[in-house]
């Protein structure tokens, strides 16, 4: 990873992203993750793709316990934040 320090981002519940100066999140992710979880209620599956630290599957994970998520990120540190939010939250079975 980048030689910025990582740092955790509570979203609440106990769930958290974790975040560094080159991967981070704002509002619009908050607000595309709840409107893909309303758009898709009964879904099964879900694929977050250009996932960077992972906000979006990590709130689909938190808020639907059976999704599967499929996470795509083609940039190492971003891939790497993500892979370890889900894991440390407990979502690495899902996500």
């Known amino acids: 990873m980048s030689g910025g320090k ?14 560094s100066d080159s991967f981070s999140f704002g509002m ?8 893909a979880l309303n758009c898709a209620p009964g879904a099964a599956n879900a694929a977050d793709l250009g996932t960077g630290c992972g906000v979006i599957s ?4 938190a808020q639907r316990p059976l999704l599967k998520i499929s996470a795509l990120e083609l ?12 894991e440390e939250n407990g979502f690495s079975d899902r996500i």
């Open 75 to 86: 940039q190492a540190e971003g891939a790497a934040l993500a892979a370890r939010a889900a």
């Open 6 to 19: 990582n740092r955790r981002e509570e979203l609440g519940n106990g769930v958290f992203a974790l975040v």
């Open 28 to 35: 619009d992710a908050l607000l595309l993750a709840r409107f």
């Open 58 to 61: 990590l709130l689909w994970a």
